[in-house]
């Protein structure tokens, strides 16, 4: 263990693994020490049992785009945003690839056709609506749009088959992505511990951190046996998920007065069987329900887990008063209450009695309740063919200026003088990690950039970390940059 280094990162999750490689990678002389609390990366939020696998790029997420705008059309904006970000985490993965750093991508990612679906004339009027405005940006332009049901059943033959006659429309990327963000953070972290100057300690869980002169002083024990460190770095990034809010607590920091954490967790129907999985090879998103419509919409995904193909349907959510699913306790929401954030908790619970009365209904849902949700995504869906799992822990940030909202988005906490980061929220997360890694390392290192070695290391890993891909006149390389990464990922 590196008791004085530059960099320590807490959490061995998909994020601090992006950062660690690009900051290695970025500088090879930097020394950089990641803790995780438990025996092994990624089982936690970043683990494919715990989240839904889909690589954000903004293209089936209803969510992502408003209902609709005061003159009746579909704002794109924070598609575009987010797609742009994972055109980012793409290139990094895709040099990671060409450099040895991963292993076969088809380890971690797979191509999956993206859909977003919906039933009903006025859900279809707005996914035109939605598609007209996303196809006229060239992040989009190859999206496809049917309202022809026997087309959709090509697309998605689970989802039609034994329908009832009905208005239906969806909307189909081809090349899309299935993540395993566990795989990939493990392989990452893997690289990063045989680095010089570089360490991974698993089974170490941070406990304090607070500021000592002009670096920063973190406490940690070891699980097993009980044994205390003190470490010193200058630059913490604190990725713990759920356990980052104690974590920022300890820090005494003003800036963390009035934060709050709310924890939900998350259920999926899974099913093994093959002949099933041998017929939908997409992600099928619908419409959010507006009881809850920060939570995102259900989804029926195939995916690659433990080595095999399943399918997975939800996600449901449930009432949880741990931070974590593997590490937390049950006490975990009752200790993160200070007297600077109980006002924050009280006026949540106020302004989110919808939310909640949400998550009540949803934790005390039958399984004949759940497969009937399932049943609206795929008519003929029978129960013995779907068991219940429980998925990840989300910590919805909850901050004193915004008067109690609920937080879903991601989001990146920051001390006044930049020292420490932490990732807080949740959707689109780990899709857009890396771009997060690059906005956290333009506040560390700033001058990094300025120089012509670090300029043309950042450059290799992620061509376009300086383009503002965005723009139409940016558009020849964006293709190119997108087409290189997918080529490596083997997508294409």
């Given at each position: 263990m590196i008791e004085?280094?530059?960099?320590?990162?807490?959490?061995?999750?998909?994020?601090?693994?992006?950062?660690?490689?690009?900051?290695?990678?970025?500088?090879?002389?930097?020394?950089?020490q990641l803790l995780e609390g438990a025996t092994q990366p990624a089982l936690e939020s970043s683990n494919g049992w715990n989240n839904a696998g889909t690589g954000h790029a903004g293209y089936c997420e209803i969510s992502y785009t408003p209902k609709r705008e005061a003159d009746g059309t579909v704002n794109p904006s924070r598609a575009i945003a987010i797609c742009e970000q994972f055109e980012h985490s793409k290139q990094f993965w895709s040099f990671a690839v060409a450099q040895?750093?991963?292993?076969?991508?088809?380890?971690?990612?797979?191509?999956?056709?993206?859909?977003?679906?919906?039933?009903?004339?006025?859900?279809?009027?707005?996914?035109?609506?939605?598609?007209?405005?996303?196809?006229?940006?060239?992040?989009?332009?190859?999206?496809?749009?049917?309202?022809?049901?026997?087309?959709?059943?090509?697309?998605?033959?689970?989802?039609?088959?034994?329908?009832?006659?009905?208005?239906?429309?969806?909307?189909?990327?081809?090349?899309?992505?299935?993540?395993?963000?566990?795989?990939?953070a493990a392989q990452l972290i893997d690289w990063l511990g045989k680095q010089k100057e570089c360490a991974v300690a698993r089974g170490v869980r941070a406990t304090s951190i607070r500021r000592d002169g002009h670096s920063w002083r973190i406490h940690a024990r070891c699980?097993?046996?009980?044994?205390?460190?003190?470490?010193?770095?200058?630059?913490?990034?604190?990725?713990?998920?759920?356990?980052?809010?104690?974590?920022?607590?300890?820090?005494?920091?003003?800036?963390?007065?009035?934060?709050?954490?709310?924890?939900i967790a998350g259920q999926w129907l899974v099913s093994d069987k093959e002949h099933l999985a041998d017929r939908h090879w997409t992600k099928v998103y619908g419409m959010t329900p507006?009881?809850?419509?920060?939570?995102?919409?259900?989804?029926?995904?195939?995916?690659?887990?433990?080595?095999k193909r399943k399918l997975m349907f939800g996600p449901f959510a449930s009432w949880t008063t741990?931070?974590?699913?593997?590490?937390?306790?049950?006490?975990?929401?009752?200790?993160?209450?200070?007297?600077g954030n109980f006002s924050t908790l009280l006026r949540s619970g106020l302004h989110n009695q919808d939310m909640v009365r949400y998550l009540v209904t949803q934790a005390l849902q039958s399984m004949d309740q759940r497969m009937s949700a399932l049943r609206e995504f795929y008519p003929q869906a029978l129960a013995s063919d779907w068991r219940l799992v429980h998925a990840g822990i989300r910590v919805q940030t909850i901050k004193k200026a915004d008067r109690g909202a609920i937080y879903f988005g991601t989001e990146v906490f920051s001390s006044r003088d930049s020292t420490?980061?932490?990732?807080?929220?949740?959707?689109?997360?780990?899709?857009?990690?890396?771009?997060?890694?690059?906005?956290?390392?333009?506040?560390?290192m700033p001058d990094t950039f300025k120089g012509e070695s670090g300029y043309a290391r950042m450059k290799e890993m992620i061509p376009t970390f300086d383009i503002d891909i965005k723009q139409p006149y940016h558009k020849e390389a964006f293709s190119m940059a997108s087409e290189k990464a997918n080529h490596y990922l083997q997508l294409s």
């Open positions: 004085e280094s530059d960099v320590l990162l807490i959490g061995g999750g998909i994020m601090s693994a992006n950062l660690g490689a690009m900051l290695k990678r970025l500088d090879p002389t930097l020394k950089i040895g750093m991963l292993e076969d991508p088809r380890t971690f990612v797979r191509p999956v056709p993206h859909i977003a679906m919906v039933f009903g004339q006025q859900d279809v009027d707005f996914l035109r609506d939605r598609h007209k405005a996303m196809v006229s940006h060239h992040f989009f332009d190859s999206m496809t749009y049917s309202e022809d049901p026997n087309e959709i059943g090509d697309w998605a033959p689970l989802v039609m088959e034994g329908r009832s006659p009905c208005p239906v429309a969806a909307t189909k990327m081809e090349i899309a992505t299935e993540i395993n963000f566990g795989c990939l699980r097993e046996s009980g044994e205390l460190h003190i470490l010193r770095t200058k630059y913490v990034f604190v990725g713990a998920g759920g356990g980052s809010l104690p974590l920022l607590q300890s820090t005494g920091l003003s800036e963390v007065s009035g934060l709050a954490g709310f924890p507006p009881s809850a419509p920060s939570l995102g919409g259900p989804h029926l995904d195939i995916r690659w887990l433990d080595g741990k931070f974590l699913k593997c590490t937390g306790s049950w006490r975990d929401l009752l200790t993160s209450i200070r007297l420490l980061t932490s990732l807080l929220g949740a959707s689109p997360g780990a899709s857009v990690s890396v771009d997060i890694a690059l906005q956290i390392i333009r506040k560390w």
